[in-house]
């Protein structure tokens, strides 16, 4: 049986990429934003799959990856370039939203070294994680 969390998206990921995605996908963002915290709420269950993977495990929070595809599309999740970083508290049962974006969003040729500046810029509280 899977823990359910409190999902938080944090202001910085509401007012960046999420906005981009709402305006360019209208509905279905709004189908495929709800899947997806659904889809935190028990986040457990994600790690039996390919869909999330933990970056930074230390041992107050995970810094965890996941992929989506944007409801009513053919590709795939992994072919979408659509990607989630979550922070995931065990302890408290909580899973914060960190940064929703597409891989072309971030610029740069390594894409985990970009969104790992952005969330060590934008977020103090992480920052000592990378």
């Not at 922070?87 to 960190?98: E, P, R, T, Y």
Request: hydrophobic share 35%; with cysteine.
């Amino acid at each position: 049986m899977s823990t359910k969390y409190s999902v938080i998206v944090e202001q910085f990921a509401e007012n960046h990429f999420i906005k981009r995605f709402n305006k360019k996908y209208k509905g279905a963002w709004s189908i495929t934003w709800q899947a997806m915290t659904e889809q935190y709420k028990r986040i457990d269950s994600l790690f039996d799959t390919s869909i999330a993977e933990v970056i930074i495990n230390s041992n107050k929070v995970k810094i965890v990856k996941t992929e989506f595809r944007i409801a009513g599309t053919k590709q795939s999740r992994r072919s979408s370039g659509n990607r989630c970083i979550i922070a995931l508290q065990d302890d408290i049962n909580i899973v914060s939203v960190l940064l929703v974006y597409h891989k072309n969003d971030l610029g740069g040729n390594n894409e985990t070294a970009q969104w790992k500046k952005i969330i060590k810029e934008n977020y103090q509280q992480y920052k000592d994680l990378f």
